[in-house]
């Protein structure tokens, strides 16, 4: 866990500028003795808890500056009986909701939380219904939310607030799982409900040190609710990249696997003035070293992206760049993708992984998208597994690419031809950017400036 549990006030002043916060009005709730289910003892253990922490209930809400761009706070207070839910809690989270869609703000739940109340059962566990249709209408809104993840947070609180954010960050050290340590199975791996965990399992994107916490939400709510470009500018070739179109297939393949060609890292690095990055699917898994997607600020707008970086894409790869995709979508940003795989991954934990059914998303992400998507093919363009990522009608190339219906190799092996054909092969698919062009595949090939 972290060395000290902050307080939400703590929390707050950690990541609001100064002067700025502004705690919303809430709703009052009139209740008998000891709550709605008149559990003896409630009454005494709230106004002990807000003797303790100075508070009237689990989450304090307010707007705030953070970083120069204005949001809704929700910061969890634990030291009110645990952070937990109750019905005022959820009358606190759906007027604070309700705040940002009127006035356009993004929301920020700063969530600590063990979850739901026990003294007012199962009314305190619909008040995650309630959560998550406040959720689910800010989402349609088209306004993001970016939850931080403190110590603890589990339960209901993590299901909804914070694993139903669009992106996710966490304190090092926090503990985070569903199952909180009281009740979690007396054999479980405790490393297992870490912050660290959960990034490395594709649920959370980063882990953030406090001291840079405001740094790093201050980039995310500037670039998501700032202002995005129509398109996502198509690159210029990197130095690195031959000038000339190459002569033959085999010797399209062979500048496109060459290590000292630019790859993705290089591109992004010089396409944008700063950017973020979101990480895993959500689903169990993460691809960092295959798949980069993130949002970048280029020429003073946003641009979203998902980047192959010149290995096989894992199925979560192609999850996490379909996440990226509709989230793009949903707040009118335009997506810039890099295509360079030798293809999907297709080894036996791919299939078990479901490999198929990630490209199938990832095709549909791509199909269903609304915002204008804008691909270069940087590299190697194999099979399914770079299709995927292309945009239909929009796709270029560099002079030091290619794209094949499968590697020459594996092609020449399915026609039962001798390693001695693979060139041959390269040549009859017709590979070379310039051929891609003329088969209108490709709408053009891109130089160096």
Known sequence: MTERRLSA????????????????PHPARESGPDGPLAWQGYDASRARAAERT?????????????????????????GFLGGSLGE????????AYAYARAHRLPVVPLVATGGSRMQEGMLALTQLQRVARQSALTREAGLPQIAVLRDPTTGGGWATLGAGADVILALPGAQVGFAGSRVRPADADPAAYTAEAQVAAGAVDAVVAPEELREALGHWLGLLMGRPAQEAPLPSALPGTQDQLPATGWEAVLRARAPQRP??????????THRVTISGDRSGGADPEGMLCGFGEHEGRTVAYAAQTGTATRPAGFRTAARLIRLADRLDIPVLTLVDTPGAANDAEAERQ????????????????????????IG????????????PGNTWATPDSYFSVIAPELAAAILKRTPQEVEKTAEQLRIRPQDLVELGVLRGVVRRE
């Open 88 to 95: 005022r809690t959820g009358d606190r989270l759906e007027a």
């Open 263 to 272: 790859c993705a890292e290089r591109y992004l690095d010089s396409y944008f």
């Open 354 to 377: 479901g490999v198929g059914a990630a490209i199938a998303d990832l095709f549909g992400a791509v199909a269903a998208a609304r915002v204008p998507i804008t691909t270069l093919l």
């Open 9 to 24: 006030r703590e929390v707050v002043a950690l990541v609001a500028d100064d002067s700025t916060f502004a705690e919303l």
């Open 380 to 391: 190697e363009g194999g099979s399914g597994g770079a299709l995927a990522l292309a945009a």
């Open 54 to 78: 100075g508070e009237q209930e689990s989450v304090v809400c307010g707007t705030a500056s953070v970083a120069g761009t204005r949001a809704v706070l929700l910061a969890f207070e634990f």
